[in-house]
Each structure stands twice: as structure tokens, then as C-alpha cells.
């Protein structure tokens, strides 16, 4: 893209622990979606053009128009991964693979569409408890690091152990330890097709992580990293070459 | 595994264009997996009991039983991989991920196990054409690569080209040359879950790639090196964990 | 960097051929080290500032101040690499493994500097002849292969082979095929410390690679590519830390 | 190797603190070595042969030839990396890059040979202090790990923590935390050359971490991970190739 035209970023969430569960709603009354295009603007200013789509609208607001649009789309679900339709992840999936940049948030580790890109079963050990994360940067240098320090210091968080079954990441650029002893591939990164993805654990639905402020920096780091070179999405496509068919391309 | 226990191998094939078209049946007159079968054997002896299963068996002879008792799975389709059912692509990706290895043939990069596992569409080039195919060692000293000269030189072959959509592959082992001038990771490693997987591209049901000597060593390699250490497959797991509770463990 | 600051390039050349021989000097009449700066200059423009520096000069132009003043670093060489003092080679490494992003282009496979940051030989095989060399994207949408067809065709080339002895690439971008069969991973990106490192082995001073207009758009995605966030070069330091450092850094 | 021919271990250590502490002649009396060679035998028992060589020995015990007959190399060093000659070093890398498998433990991180094979500085932060280690288990299924409990609880054991300036590891095994909160990959691989090199942490003079039943495991579990498929060590070359080539090998 020109560095004059704007991200256009999609923040999507499932919205409903905020609608059901009290103590969410207070910790995020703009929704956890909120916290998070906030966390993005407040980095990104007129880089990025925000918009937010949730479970509970038509196509779970992700038509084919809008993916088309949309440059890096981030993903937050836990309470109703499996309400979300497969002919939606097929969606996400084809435009990932095209060239659209994702960033799966917490426990959306266990969606429907991040299982879809791995391969694997995304699953691991966790534990709601009085853990402090530390996440430590293993990657300095990394544009995923810029402005942060090592470690983050979350003060309360649940805590997410290994084994984590994902692929290798591409680049393993955080890893987070916990009160308890336990450690986590906190920020992964892999390409599929021409897409970019960035695995980032920090966050959840009962602790403030999403208005803390080095959390929100990572945030809008994924999203410039994440964004395309190119707006559309094209996905790699299968075809029978002649013999020499390279000679005549432009 | 002991070192005196014998890898289990199940060899798994289509089975399709062997009885229906009589260029294939000529040249594979005990089929695709027998010749595949053959190869191992011829290298690994005692070291391998293998049985083979094809897609026309009841649960395409892949039951939940077989794939209990098999190290390692090779496949093989082309023609029919729309025909293999969803129920037993879960069941194969659930041991491959308890630790079953996989070898994916040729064709096999568009069959739904792969395509599963990789998250990606494995689309790629193609050309059945009059191709000579140079497959090179980029990675000397890796088990996957003992005992073939480099190249290995199969003087009529179907060509597959680049762009290869697969996730970057644990370890490249070898890249193929075609005489039309295109290139392709023809030898690709992946680590899912406690599973190995080896991709290997030479061999088609036109040529007899699968009568090669060398293909068939590093089809034998593949066996041995993807074969787990433990024969039980134990699929990752999700759990909620108390603090300390690793303190307890024997 | 603040997007609005150029990058600035050293574009550095042993400039031995060019003074030496003949049918270099006209192949290149201002120098590889020219021709490489031009091919940036155009793509890049007001986006970078590049300064060219060569063997003969004292320190071989590599001067601690202007290495501090360099983001990135491009570095050709061939029939001198003996020449370059190790104590240049200390400092160049130092200043990348700070986050100087460095270029290493065809024959610089052999310079010290990229054996030291490889750890392994970077021997191949190579023929002088009339090969044509084909460039294959091996990772589209990867801002290195930004703007170029797949495959580049480069007419006439000196042919690299593999094994080319490197560690395994963090990313495998580019994998070429010549006329005689050979294959070669002909671009490849590490990171060591904090900087980050683009082999790229299309240009040889006896063919006009370096004035071919997609070779020219790789050189300039390189840069752009290689580019550190910070403009500081801070190497990773060792250091005893006092139980719970971290809670005192701002 | 055939599977009946034994695994030459060469088991190095600097030799230097057992000699001058005597904390470290107690819980070490037979020498680092020692414990490192009684580990490795007690599990692979007839299929190695171990012999032990030390700084001060004749080129340090690390002759042509006794290397030309190793087929794993293990090196233990910390307070005097800088008296092992470069001439020594050389000979080392020279024979991991032609196939010998190299088990790099502790703070072995900081020698001569670990930062020439990895090209970057390998400095880490670091504590002498009362932490608990926990070795974490990323890789289930990988032989490195059989026979391990994950997390390995070793009560008590010097910190490492990151950023550890190395590559990115070929495939990350096991990440340890330390009651401070501190992370570290303390169980990395790398291919360099022909040669399997593996990096484990935990082990110091200071503590009797070489008497844990794990550890001692994992020693033996590399051991036989980094055994060369080939007992000769074929370093890569370097050649000019004619068209053809390779029609006429054998």
C-alpha cells in the first residue's frame, strides 16, 4: 500500500461476555472490542481507519464486501467459538490466504479459525488465578517489540500454559511466564498463503489487559505489521503451465 | 519405540486410476501402494510390518483400530480426494497429532488430510508434460537424505512448480528442477502436534517414478525417520491446572 | 524510524574487477557499487540517502562514525574478500548484530563477514557459462518480492548451485533454477541480534545483472525491507540481574 | 551408522573449577565431566563409547584425529573459554560442519565454539541465586524429550534469562522459567553444515544439577539425537561444475 492510504482494520468480537457477565461489562463498557480499536487508534492515529464487527450481526458483520476492504482484520472470541459459522472461517480463511493480515487475541487461541490455519488442536493448560505475566521479548529488534519493554509487567492475569499445540511459529518473538512457574509462546508469528498472523496471549474477558498500555502498543505493532503490501487480497491459485508459459508474462 | 520392535507401516492408496485406466495398471500392475509397499520393504526388511488399505475398504480400511496400531501412515490419492470421508480426515489428523507419523505423496498435496493439516490451500503449477526432474539435497546430513546422490535424476516426470501454497516447512530437504525451468520444494518436513510429516513430491501414476530406486530409498528414509518414539498416540490436551500442581507429578 | 527520515545506505563494493578488467569496467563504467546504488536511488528516491564506500579507502571506508550513521549496509566483494581486515569485520558485525540491516550480494556469499554471522562455510558450486537464470517466488506477498514477476529472468547469469552451506533461512524468499538443472536458495533472510540480513545472489560482475530492472527492484525492497525501527545500533548485552530488577524499570 | 556399531562420545570440559573450588570438587568429585559421562552411560549404557578430554591436555585432548573418531562431541567450559586456542576452534567447527553431532551445555553458551558456529554474541542476563528452574517441554515428541516429565523441577539452579543472543533455533525444545520470573530457551537445535548441534542450559558448578535424573536423561536423549547418519566427517565444498555434471555420477 502507498504510505498514504490508512490501515483499514476490522476489530472483531464475539460481544458476549460484556452483554451477559456484570464484571466484564465493567471492565470493558465499549466492549472488549472497544479496549481494542481504542488500544489501535491511540498508536496508529490517521494510519489506520477502524471499524467494528461482531458475532450477532448478519455474517457476523464479515460479509465478502467487507473482508474485501479490510486490510488486517484482529479476532477475539472464548464463550461462542462454536456459533460462529464454518461458512464464515471459510470466508476468513480465503482472505487471509489472499493477502489480509489477522490477529488472533487471547483465547481466541481456541477459534474455529486460527484451528483452521494451524492445523492443530490450538489447545493448552490455563488457570484462572492470581497469576502476574511477565512477557519477555525474544525477538529485540522485531517491529512487534517497538516502545516496549522486557518484560511487560501484567500484574493480574489468567494464566496460559505450555505444551501450546500450534505449529512452530515463524518467528517466535514473546514468551510469557506466570506466578505459578508455568511459561507460554505468548507472540507467534506465521505466514499462510500471502497473509500474515500474529498470535498474541495477553488479555482476557475478567482483567483489565486490554487498557494496559504496553498490551495496546503490541496491539497496534501487530497491525502495521500485519497490513498487506498489497489491498487486494488474492489468493494463490492452482494451474497446468506450457512449456515455457514465463517467456510471454510482462 | 524399542530398537527390536518393528515400525508399523500403513500404506494407503486411492486406488482409482490402477483399475480404470490400463497405462497405470501397466505400470503399477500391484498398484501405486504396492510398488510404494515394495520400496519400503526392500530397504527396511524386518525392521517394517506393513499392511496396505485403500479408499473402496469400509472406513476407507482406516478404522479407528488400524490407525492405532500404525507408526506410520504414507497416502497416496489423486483422482477420488473428494471421495474420502470428513469423519475419517478427523480421525487421521487426531493420531497424526498423537504422534502417527504421515508421509503425503505427490497428488496427496491436494488431499484433504493435507490440506488440513497445513491450514493452506496447497494449490501449486503443473505441467504432464516431457520434463526431466533433478531433486536436490539442500539439508546433507539429514536422515531423509541418506544414501541418494544429489541430484537424484528421474528422466520423465510430471512437473509441479512454485508457488507452492504450504506454511514454510519445519526443514527444506530437497528442491526439484524441472527441464521447463521450474522449481519446487519437492522434500518438505512439519512437525503437528507429537505427529511428523514428510511431504515428498516425485512420483505420479503416468511415470514410473515409484520403480526408482532412489525414490524408493528416500521413501524407506521417510518410514524411519517419521516413526514416533512411543507407539501410544496421545493427542495434546486442554486443561485447567491448580498452581503447584506439577509438584505432584511422578 | 519516524517515516518521514531517510534511510541511510552504504553501499559498499571491493571495487577490484572494475579498475582490473576490462569487460567489467564496461559493463559497470561507475562501478558495481554505482550501478547498485542507482538501482536503489530510482525505486527509493527521497526515501534514502546513500553514500558508497570501498576496500581501498582507509578502513576500508567503514569507519566506526559512519557505520553508526548507517541503517543499512550492502556489501559486494569477490577476488579481495582476504583483504578486508578482520578488525572491519568485527565492527560491521558488531554494528549489525545492533540492528544495521545488511545486504550480502552473489559472490559476498564468501566475504568474511557473512561467514562470520553464518557460522558455517557459505561454499557452493558455480559454473561461468551461458546459463539463464530463473527467480521463483517461494513467498508471495513478502515485501521483498514487492513489484517483480515470479520468475525474474535473468537472459544470461553465472550459475550458483546448491548445496550452498548456510544455516536454514528464517525465511526462504526466492529459489532460482539455471539452464543446466542446478537449483539454488538465491534469496534468503536471517535475523542475528538485533539486525536483519537479505542474501540475495542475482549480479555478477561479468553479466549485466545489476542494471536488470527487477534485480534492481529486489536490491531497493531489500533496503526498505532491512531498514531497523531504531536508528541507535544497541548490541545485546550480558548481565547479572538482582531478583525482581524488572519491577523498577520504567 | 549401522544400528550395531557404538556412538563415540567425546565428553570436554575445561576442567578448571573442580580444581580450584572445592564446592565444586564435592558435588563433582569424579569432574564435571565425570557426571556428564555417567549420565550418558546409565541410559545408553553398550550403545556408546565415552571417552573424556580436557583444556589442559595436549590440543586440549582435541586432536585430528580423536575428532575424526567422535561421533558426538559434548563441551562443558565457563571460566576459561579464552585459553582454548583458535586453532582448536577451528578444528572443531570444521568437523560439526562435516557431521559431528555437539551438545553445548550451560554456560558453554559463552565459548569460542558456540558463538563461531552461531554468528551472534550469545550473551544472556544472568543470577546466581536461590531460584527453582522449570524446564517446559514445547516440543512433545521430539526424542529430546522422552522419558522427561514436563515441567523437569530442578529445586535449585543458577538463572539464565533472555534475551540469549542467539539465531533463532532450527526447533525450540524446552523454555525454563526461574522463581524470579525470568524465561529462557534452554533447549534449542541447530544444523550447521552436515553437523546437529543442540544447546541445553540447565548444568553449573555450583549446583548438582548434573545429578538430576532428568538432565541426565535429556544428555543421553542429545547424545543420541546428534549422532551422525555417516560416521566420516564430509565437510561441504566448494566446485566448479561443468554442464551436465551430473548425468555421469554414480
Redesign the interface.
Known amino acids: 500500500m502507498s ?1 498514504t492510504e490508512p490501515i483499514r482494520v476490522t476489530v472483531w468480537n464475539e460481544n458476549v461476555h460484556e452483554r451477559r457477565d456484570e464484571s466484564v461489562a465493567k471492565l470493558y463498557p465499549s466492549g472488549i472490542h472497544g479496549a481494542i480499536a481504542e488500544g489501535i487508534q491511540e498508536h496508529l492515529g490517521d494510519r489506520v481507519e477502524i471499524r467494528v464487527a461482531t458475532l450477532e450481526q448478519p455474517e457476523h458483520g464479515l460479509t465478502e464486501e467487507i473482508l474485501a476492504q479490510t486490510d488486517v482484520l484482529t479476532w477475539w472470541g472464548h464463550a461462542a467459538h462454536g456459533e460462529v459459522s464454518d461458512e464464515i472461517v471459510d470466508r476468513v ?1 480465503r482472505h487471509v ?1 489472499g ?1 489480509m493480515g489477522l490477529l488472533v487475541l487471547h483465547s481466541a487461541h ?1 477459534s474455529k479459525i486460527f484451528q ?6 490450538c ?5 484462572g ?1 492470581d ?2 505475566e ?1 512477557v ?8 512487534l517489540t ?1 516502545g516496549v ?3 511487560i ?1 501484567i500484574p493480574a492475569q489468567e ?1 496460559y ?5 500450534i ?2 511459529p ?3 518473538v514473546f ?9 507460554f ?1 505468548s507472540g507467534c508469528t ?7 498472523i500474529f498470535y498474541f496471549s495477553p488479555g482476557d474477558q475478567e482483567y483489565p489487559v486490554y487498557h494496559h498500555a504496553d498490551v495496546r502498543r503490541v496491539l497496534a505493532n501487530g497491525v502495521a505489521w500485519a497490513a ?3 489491498r487486494e487480497h488474492t ?10 508459459w ?2 510471454n ?2
Open positions: 504510505a480463511q490466504l493477502g481456541y483452521r490455519l494451524m492445523g492443530t488442536t489447545r493448552l493448560g490455563w488457570r488465578g497469576d502476574r511477565l519477555w521479548n525474544v525477538a529485540p529488534g522485531h517491529p517497538e519493554p522486557s518484560p509487567n494464566m500454559g505450555e505444551f501450546f499445540d505449529p512452530q515463524d518467528e517466535l514468551i510469557s511466564s506466570f506466578t505459578g512457574g508455568e511459561v509462546r506465521f505466514r499462510r498463503g500471502r497473509g500474515r498487506p503490501a498489497q489468493e494463490p491459485q492452482i494451474g497446468r503451465w506450457e512449456t515455457g514465463f517467456d508474462q510482462v
